[in-house]
């Protein structure tokens, strides 16, 4: 009772939707762009308009800058953490975003444009939606303020950290070239720098053992297993950075993703080098 029927006898009902809550999604972490690029991405639906907060860092202060940004490096961002702005050179942009309602909305973001410069370098931006901060019932894994350290670059770095050794090589994005001569430094998270050195003609430079780019920092416990897990030097913490006369490239040091020893039933050691006895 109550439903209205056509003319054949079949029932109809209609209804309205509601307009969907604001969502934003920003590339987080270390995001790098090819020098000419675009990026990193910003996706958003029903956010009118956003403030863009960012800051060039030269090469010299990113490893004096990396206990302030850590948590951007790791990706994690919450509504709650804050940048001390004040001891960088920074800007703020606000930027409107017109688009039909509930249709999410791509939008490259050129931050070093934004930050008044030009061509490479390495920008910390923070992205604010005003219109997400109101929003009732948000996702805990969507915070109205996001961040990105985002690299414009021509350098292509890659890095992996061992135990006993590692190696970085450098080469250029555009032409895939081997890069002689670019300087390499190894930085811990509090900014120390642990390591300085210069590709080879390959574009190479091999690292030592990971226990002297991270000094694994004593932890004690009731357990020596968790003890000497706890102690382990620490890859996750690294930044590399290699950098020519005109350009820079950062990179984190975790990077492990389908390489790890477990996938190929290799003993492995968190002591970083140290000799074991066998027997």
């Not at 995001?31 to 010299?60: D, F, K």
């Not at 190696?167 to 642990?194: D, I, M, S």
């Not at 968790?226 to 490239?249: G, I, K, M, N, Q």
Request: aromatic share 6%; hydrophobic share 40%.
């Amino acid at each position: 009772a109550g439903v209205a029927l056509t003319s054949d006898g079949t029932p109809t009902v209609s209804f309205t939707t509601g307009i969907g809550k604001p969502r934003m999604r920003l590339d987080r972490g270390i995001y790098t762009v090819q020098a000419g690029g675009s990026g990193p991405l910003l996706w958003t639906r029903n956010v009118p308009a956003v403030a863009v907060r960012c800051a060039p860092l030269p090469r010299e202060k990113v490893a004096a800058l990396l206990p302030m940004v850590a948590r951007v490096i790791g990706g994690y961002d919450r509504d709650d953490a804050t940048l001390p702005w004040s001891t960088v050179r920074n800007k703020q942009t606000a930027l409107a975003l017109d688009g039909p309602v509930d249709k999410w909305k791509k939008t490259a973001l050129d931050v070093v444009a934004l930050c008044g410069g030009a061509g490479r370098g390495v920008v910390l931006a923070e992205v604010s939606a005003q219109a997400m901060k109101a929003a009732a019932n948000r996702a805990w894994d969507e915070p109205w303020q996001q961040r990105v350290l985002a690299n414009t670059t021509d350098l292509g770095v890659v890095t992996k950290i061992g135990a006993a050794s590692g190696l970085v090589w450098v080469v250029g994005l555009r032409g895939g070239k081997p890069v002689a001569g670019a300087q390499v430094g190894v930085y811990t998270k509090e900014g120390k720098q642990t390591f300085i050195g210069k590709t080879d003609a390959d574009g190479l430079v091999r690292l030592p053992a990971l226990a002297t780019l991270a000094p694994p920092t004593p932890k004690p416990s009731d357990s020596p297993l968790r003890e000497e897990y706890a102690s382990a030097p620490d890859a996750e913490s690294l930044l590399v950075a290699a950098w020519t006369a005109d350009d820079v490239a950062i990179v984190a040091g975790d990077w492990k993703e389908g390489i790890n020893t477990w996938r190929y039933a290799v003993p492995s050691t968190w002591r970083g080098g140290e000799p074991s006895v066998r027997g």
